[in-house]
């Protein structure tokens, strides 16, 4: 049997992200919450995760200084898949976290929970393929 | 001139006039010696004993970088305005519209009239600030609502929810659907008032980008019982400049209305031109129709036409003026020819590229 792959949902606001955790769980991902900045770059330091949702506008540290700690690490997050959380009007700031490396990002108020699981998977599959 | 009651506005004391009107007014001499200045003016500048003095030596008004002197101004004959000059007085420049009248009446040879465009575009910003954070938290908010409805959706399905728990759920979605609408609506208005919107344009073959954006909506008229049809153009269309991610707002919105406003059985069709404007796109439907009396007002801003269209009808209006922005945006124009219980036709101009 494979694996299950984990998931790493930093979000803070506890509606959104428990949305996400359950259609996830549903899909058979083994699935880890944050709701802050903090949290979040702990919790991906100290347990190993296939992909991470990445919220931005967060309490204690925002997402992309997360994103720099993730990507500036010379640990194992490094090479961590990250899709960012964004709403409308982040434009400027989507730009910014593809030059630190995020790999793609998911703007919440225009996808269903399910187009996000979605999202997530065609993804991997598109990895699987390289 | 308008009257009320059988007091000519004439009879009213200059002052009381002068002071409700909002504006800051100074009078001048034919020397430029000020004689007169009202209670905004003396808001404005803060200081005594004006009465008397040489304008020019305390005030100056600045135009690009050439300094205006009120001693020139009174030597112009008739009305001097400048929309946008800045306002010289104890080291402060201050953004203003300047209107300086001359009168003949006696020793008074000009009114200067200044009104302070700082405060008005602050007033305006702190609007536009207001409507896009109350956007931002209200759509937050939606997001997790129309998420949760749409997995409630997936357990009735699978759950067998009761017919009736079925449609109270439809319900539920298709007004959290139509509010998203409307928050995005309102985001995009306030971006626009903004001027920060630039278009990302690029060489487009229209009637096959029209056709797509047409065939999505085939689905959702077809479920209303309404036949969408994209014509196919006779002549051979022109390629078009345009922002695709902008001008799909404004196919989809003038679509959203033609089914919204169509009866079941009705149809609306789309046909591509050329004309005189450039190539001519129309949305045309067989619905209810517009009163005469409304279509001046159509494309302003939160406009809905009264309660016989508003039966049935959804949106608060955003919907055409943002078209009109993003159409006149392309240097388009936008119009309507309607006819109450016959239908409207909504059609909309792009000028041909010159490439």
Same mark, same amino acid.
């Given at each position: 049997?494979?694996?299950?792959?984990?998931?790493?949902?930093?979000?803070?606001?506890?509606?959104?992200?428990?949305?996400?955790?359950?259609?996830?769980? +549903?899909?058979?991902?083994?699935?880890?919450?944050?709701?802050?900045?903090?949290?979040?770059?702990?919790?991906?330091?100290?347990?190993?995760?296939?992909?991470? $949702? $990445?919220?931005?506008?967060?309490?204690?540290?925002?997402?992309?200084?997360?994103?720099?700690?993730?990507?500036?690490?010379?640990?194992?997050?490094?090479?961590?898949? &990250?899709? $960012?959380?964004?709403?409308?009007?982040?434009?400027?700031?989507?730009?910014?976290?593809? *030059?630190?490396?995020?790999?793609?990002?998911?703007?919440?108020?225009? $996808?269903?929970?399910?187009?996000? &699981?979605?999202?997530?998977?065609?993804?991997?599959?598109?990895?699987? *393929? +390289? | 001139?308008?009257?009320?009651?059988?007091?000519?506005?004439?009879?009213?004391?200059?002052?009381?006039?002068?002071?409700?009107?909002?504006?800051?007014?100074? /009078?001048?001499?034919?020397?430029?010696?000020?004689?007169?200045? !009202?209670?905004?003016?003396?808001? /404005?500048?803060?200081?005594?004993?004006?009465?008397?003095?040489?304008?020019?030596?305390?005030?100056?008004?600045?135009?690009?970088?050439?300094?205006?002197?009120?001693?020139?101004?009174?030597?112009?004959?008739?009305?001097?305005?400048?929309?946008?000059?800045?306002?010289?007085?104890?080291?402060?420049?201050?953004?203003?519209?300047?209107?300086?009248?001359?009168?003949?009446?006696?020793?008074?040879?000009?009114?200067?009239?200044?009104?302070?465009?700082?405060?008005?575009?602050?007033?305006?910003?702190?609007?536009?600030?207001?409507?896009?954070?109350?956007?931002?938290?209200?759509?937050?908010?939606?997001?997790?609502?129309?998420?949760?409805?749409?997995?409630?959706?997936?357990?009735?399905?699978?759950?067998?929810?009761?017919?009736?728990?079925?449609?109270? @759920?439809?319900?539920?979605?298709?007004?959290?659907?139509?509010?998203?609408?409307?928050?995005? !609506?309102?985001?995009?208005?306030?971006?626009?008032?903004?001027?920060?919107?630039?278009?990302?344009?690029?060489?487009?073959?229209?009637?096959?980008?029209?056709?797509?954006?047409?065939?999505?909506?085939?689905?959702?008229?077809?479920?209303?019982? @309404?036949?969408?049809?994209?014509?196919?153009?006779?002549?051979?269309?022109?390629?078009?400049?345009?922002?695709?991610?902008?001008?799909?707002?404004?196919?989809? !919105?003038?679509?959203?209305?033609?089914?919204?406003?169509?009866?079941?059985?009705?149809?609306?069709?789309?046909?591509?031109?050329?004309?005189?404007?450039?190539?001519?796109?129309?949305?045309?439907?067989?619905?209810?129709?517009?009163?005469?009396? /409304?279509?001046? !007002?159509?494309?302003?801003?939160?406009?809905?036409?009264?309660?016989?269209?508003?039966?049935?009808?959804?949106?608060?209006?955003?919907?055409?003026?943002?078209?009109?922005?993003?159409?006149?945006?392309?240097?388009?124009?936008?119009?309507?020819?309607?006819?109450?219980?016959?239908?409207?036709?909504?059609?909309?101009?792009?000028?041909?590229?010159?490439?």
């Amino acid at each position: 049997m494979i694996e299950n792959r984990t998931i790493l949902i930093i979000e803070d606001d506890f509606f959104i992200s428990d949305m996400y955790r359950l259609l996830f769980m +549903k899909k058979g991902y083994d699935v880890i919450v944050a709701g802050d900045g903090e949290e979040g770059l702990s919790k991906a330091r100290s347990t190993k995760v296939d992909i991470i $949702l $990445l919220d931005i506008m967060m309490p204690k540290m925002n997402g992309i200084d997360v994103l720099k700690a993730l990507r500036n690490d010379k640990s194992s997050t490094k090479d961590t898949p &990250v899709f $960012l959380l964004t709403n409308l009007g982040q434009e400027n700031i989507i730009k910014e976290a593809f *030059k630190i490396g995020a790999q793609g990002y998911l703007m919440k108020a225009n $996808l269903l929970p399910q187009q996000v &699981v979605t999202q997530v998977e065609d993804y991997f599959a598109e990895q699987a *393929k +390289k | 001139m308008p009257k009320t009651s059988n007091v000519s506005i004439a009879s009213l004391p200059l002052d009381v006039i002068f002071n409700s009107s909002g504006y800051a007014i100074c /009078a001048v001499d034919s020397k430029g010696r000020i004689i007169y200045i !009202n209670k905004s003016f003396q808001n /404005a500048v803060k200081r005594e004993n004006l009465i008397g003095q040489d304008f020019d030596s305390i005030f100056s008004f600045e135009e690009k970088d050439k300094i205006l002197k009120i001693g020139d101004i009174c030597k112009s004959s008739g009305t001097f305005e400048r929309e946008e000059t800045s306002f010289l007085f104890d080291d402060q420049r201050i953004p203003m519209r300047f209107s300086a009248t001359r009168s003949d009446n006696g020793e008074i040879k000009y009114f200067i009239i200044l009104i302070n465009l700082i405060s008005l575009k602050q007033k305006e910003s702190l609007k536009l600030d207001f409507v896009s954070i109350v956007a931002h938290e209200l759509r937050a908010y939606l997001t997790s609502i129309r998420g949760y409805l749409s997995l409630l959706r997936e357990e009735a399905d699978k759950n067998a929810f009761p017919e009736q728990a079925k449609t109270f @759920l439809e319900r539920a979605s298709t007004s959290t659907d139509s509010l998203q609408t409307l928050v995005e !609506n309102l985001l995009t208005i306030s971006v626009f008032e903004r001027g920060s919107i630039q278009l990302k344009t690029q060489f487009i073959e229209w009637p096959s980008f029209v056709e797509k954006v047409a065939d999505e909506f085939a689905i959702r008229a077809e479920e209303k019982n @309404l036949k969408l049809i994209f014509n196919q153009p006779k002549e051979k269309i022109p390629k078009v400049v345009v922002d695709p991610f902008r001008i799909t707002e404004v196919l989809s !919105n003038l679509l959203t209305n033609a089914i919204d406003f169509t009866k079941p059985g009705g149809g609306v069709e789309v046909n591509i031109k050329t004309g005189n404007d450039g190539v001519i796109t129309e949305v045309k439907d067989t619905g209810i129709g517009i009163p005469g009396e /409304a279509i001046p !007002n159509l494309f302003t801003r939160y406009f809905k036409v009264g309660s016989r269209l508003a039966e049935g009808s959804k949106g608060t209006g955003l919907g055409l003026h943002i078209s009109k922005t993003i159409v006149e945006m392309h240097g388009g124009k936008i119009w309507v020819d309607s006819e109450v219980d016959k239908g409207s036709t909504f059609s909309f101009s792009l000028p041909i590229s010159k490439k």
